[in-house]
């Protein structure tokens, strides 16, 4: 079994287009959406879903009122603002569940006991069926913390599928960027396909991630996406990334199919047969072709 993540330095690179085409051309595998802040996976593979679980990642305050006398040290010893505290006949204290950050402060200095600090429901994750095979993805609620907890229940789902299902690849729609979600889904990864777009700022964000993928040693794939819009700037990203020890999964050439694909809920290599499409396959030969290169050494 192999786990495939892909990532990018930003968001909007077409990491998840080029999600939706691999495990079309993978055959059945498990996809784990681990973009949880903004997952989109199921606008293309329209899941069926099987199961639907609540995550709780963290605590809240809550103000108990009968049992709150007034006093004002939750309001003294809160550092977040999150104490707000209404006038009324006495001083009312209430939480404000969006700016608590759940360090428990205020209900360990509470001298009446009024503060109750209880696990809250931080988002959904789901066990879904797709035509390219099972996929596991969560949905973090509004302003919520604790993504990265979220991300490794995902991927740990993900992997438990694949092998009571036998199946031989988990292919990972990560998170942009370096964070924390980021690292939560990138370690222990067996590939990290990287997606950049010939720019200044996509040559930047392309030596992050990589750094970041090389500190947890999990070896990195290229892939330069609308590469003919600034070939020029294309050649000098994959020379750059040879100098790294970073190998050149594929280019992909700008063509309006894939947004063609966006709009009709379709992976770009269903909906086009064009070179766009034949990009993406070739892509998909050389990542199987390292990775069983690697499992061999």
């Avoid at 199921?42 to 679980?53: C, G, I, N, T």
């Avoid at 099972?134 to 604790?146: S, T």
Wanted: glycine share 10%; proline share 5%.
């Amino acid at each position: 079994m192999k786990e495939i993540v892909v990532i990018s330095g930003k968001g909007g690179t077409g990491k998840t287009s080029l999600v939706a085409s691999l495990a079309v051309l993978a055959g059945k595998v498990v996809l784990a959406d681990c973009d949880v802040d903004a997952a989109d996976l199921h606008l293309v593979l329209a899941p069926q879903v099987k199961s639907v679980s609540g995550f709780t990642g963290g605590k809240k305050a809550n103000i108990l009122a009968d049992r709150c006398n007034g006093c004002g040290k939750c309001f003294e010893v809160c550092r977040f603002g999150a104490v707000v505290r209404q006038e009324g006949r006495r001083p009312v204290y209430l939480i404000d569940p969006i700016a608590c950050e759940g360090c428990g402060v205020c209900s360990y200095f509470c001298p009446e006991k009024a503060v109750e600090f209880k696990p809250a429901l931080n988002g959904q994750w789901y066990i879904s069926d797709t035509r390219c095979g099972p996929m596991v993805h969560a949905r973090l609620g509004v302003a919520e913390e604790n993504s990265g907890k979220l991300v490794t229940l995902v991927r740990n789902q993900a992997r438990m599928i694949a092998e009571e299902e036998g199946l031989p690849y988990i292919i990972v729609d990560g998170p942009p960027g370096i964070g924390c979600p980021v690292i939560a889904t990138i370690t222990g990864a067996d590939a990290a396909l990287v997606v950049t777009e010939p720019t200044v700022s996509g040559e930047h964000d392309l030596a992050r991630v990589a750094e970041l993928a090389g500190h947890f040693k999990v070896p990195v794939y290229l892939c330069i996406n609308k590469y003919d819009i600034n070939p020029a700037m294309a050649k000098k990203m994959e020379e750059d990334a040879l100098s790294r020890g970073i190998r050149l999964a594929g280019k992909i050439r700008y063509d309006r199919s894939v947004t063609g694909a966006q709009l009709s809920g379709a992976a770009v290599v269903e909906f086009s047969g064009g070179p766009v499409a034949g990009d993406i396959r070739n892509m998909w030969k050389e990542l199987v072709k390292y990775l069983n290169t690697s499992e061999e050494r």
